[in-house]
Structure formats: C-alpha cells, structure tokens
C-alpha cells in the first residue's frame, strides 16, 4: 500500500502519517492486536483525547490499508481488532523504495547526482554494498 502524501517538511514517519495516526501504528507496531478502546487508553494516558478520535483514525487507516480489521462475536459482545498490515520495517522499506522509485523515474540523473553528493554520509557497508552493484552493471553484457 503506497502513501499517497508525503510531508517533505516533517521527519521520520512524520512524513506519511499525521501525530495521531503515527501514534497509533507506532503502538500498534509494539503491542500487536488492540481495540480501538485499547489504543484510547495508551494513548489518554499520555495526552488527554477523545476515543472518537482515537477510533476516526484508525478506521481510516484501515480503510487506507494500513490496519487490518479483525472482528469477533455479535452485537453487544462483538469485538473488533486491528493490527497492522506491515510490520514497522515492512512499511518503512516499501515507503522508502516507492519514494526513491518515484525520484528516478521522474528526475534520473538529478536523483542519482544528489545521492553521489551524499555518499560521505553513508554508512560504510552500505558504500561497499553500491561499489559491488556498480561493479556487476559495468560486467553485464
């Protein structure tokens, strides 16, 4: 599931979530399978707010494909959970290579000068690992 807005302007996970729906994948990420009330809970203990609130978002995440919903018993006993879709390092991989896919497809040579720029920035292994790759594409055929 691709996001579908990314906030340049914001850092880490902040960048495809809102402060609550971070929140909430962020607990969910941790604990598993919870109820919307569950999650209130969590998260009104830290900052008050309302369990509308709470359960708004979580049905749009759901409904965006992030949270899977998962529903037991009838009426007044009908209990419903939600859980993600990915785990933490799922989502941040596949939100990462659409991103990067998207940069290259649209401005190739720009994306691949400012990745070049910040080489010194990276991680060691991560530089031997784009050395070895570089090396296959100069013996393909």
Excluded: C
């Excluded at 959970?81 to 720009?110: A, C, H, M, W």
């Amino acid at each position: 599931m691709q996001v579908k807005k990314i906030n340049l302007n914001e850092e880490g996970l902040h960048r495809f979530f809102g402060t609550l729906e971070t929140k909430i994948m962020e607990i969910l990420w941790v604990k598993g399978k919870l109820t919307i009330k569950q999650v209130h809970e969590i998260i009104n203990n830290e900052s008050p707010i309302s369990l509308n609130a709470v359960m708004t978002v979580m049905v749009r995440l759901s409904d965006k494909g992030h949270l899977h919903k998962d529903s037991s018993g009838k009426g007044r006993n009908k209990v419903t959970y939600f859980s993600p879709t990915q785990n933490r390092e799922q989502f941040i991989i596949e939100q990462t290579k659409v991103v990067t896919d998207g940069l290259i497809e649209d401005f190739g040579s720009l994306m691949v000068s400012h990745l070049v720029d910040n080489l010194d920035k990276a991680d060691p292994e991560l530089i031997d690992k784009l050395v070895q790759k570089l090396d296959e594409m100069k013996n393909q055929p």
